[in-house]
């Protein structure tokens, strides 16, 4: 028997007609983000890398505590603030201070300069996605990262995006995609519904995660 969706389109299209405005406001401010430089956007990297496995608020809490530090603080500095009740905080300075070191020794932290050289959207998620010299940042964290400093075409696979894909029945299973592979193609097929139902992807992403955190936030 084919599975009816707990969530139907056109509730989904009232929703939007809610929500579109505050939605593209959020876009464009993730699009000025890119235009602040780029210490802003390392910060942005390394806010995504505090988020990966906890939830965007506490990943811009712990990114408040150090902000004014990161550029130049050393680990044991990093560590240090965010011993007080942070999560991860042993592992998570160790991995931005191995990347903010390899951007400062291989491009001088020039990120700006950097993402334009890339041709195309899958290489610019790639470098970051895949390269071991950048730590904590995965398909899905690189393409938060992207979207959140103006580039469009990427879907933040979280669970709550996966979940709302589910309810919809535009996918099976809202189970984790644990390969680039796998999350290639249900990007895919989130980029085709939303072509079906005249909704661009990065509004239905954040439509999606509004609906089931209340919030239209990064």
């Known amino acids: ?77 990093l560590r240090n603030r965010l011993s007080r009740g942070f999560r991860y905080w042993r592992v998570r300075p160790s991995y ?25 959207r899958e290489s610019r998620r790639a470098f970051f996605a ?25 879907a933040i696979l979280d669970k709550h995006i996966l979940n709302g894909l589910c309810e919809l029945g535009v996918v099976r299973r809202n189970r984790k995609p644990l390969s680039p592979d796998r999350y290639r193609r249900i990007e895919q097929t989130m980029r085709a519904f939303a072509d079906r139902i005249g909704i661009d992807m990065d509004e239905l992403d954040l439509l999606l995660w509004s609906r089931k955190t209340g919030k239209i936030m990064k």
Request: hydrophobic letters at 40%; proline letters at 2%; one cysteine or more.
């Open 130 to 154: 895949g390269n071991r010299n950048i730590k904590g940042i995965g398909f899905k964290e690189a393409s938060h990262f992207l979207r959140n400093i103006g580039y469009r075409g990427y």
């Open 1 to 77: 028997m084919r599975r009816v969706p707990a969530l139907t389109v056109d509730e989904l299209k009232k929703d939007y007609r809610v929500k579109q405005e505050a939605i593209r406001s959020r876009l464009r401010e993730f699009e000025r983000r890119f235009d602040e430089g780029d210490a802003a956007i390392f910060k942005e990297l390394c806010f995504c890398i505090l988020a990966a496995n906890s939830s965007a608020e506490m990943g811009m809490k712990t990114l408040a505590a150090v902000e004014d530090i990161i550029l130049e603080a050393d680990l044991a500095a």
């Open 96 to 120: 931005i201070v191995q990347t903010r070191d390899y951007l400062k020794r291989e491009y001088g932290l020039k990120l700006r300069e950097l993402l334009r050289s890339f041709p195309d």
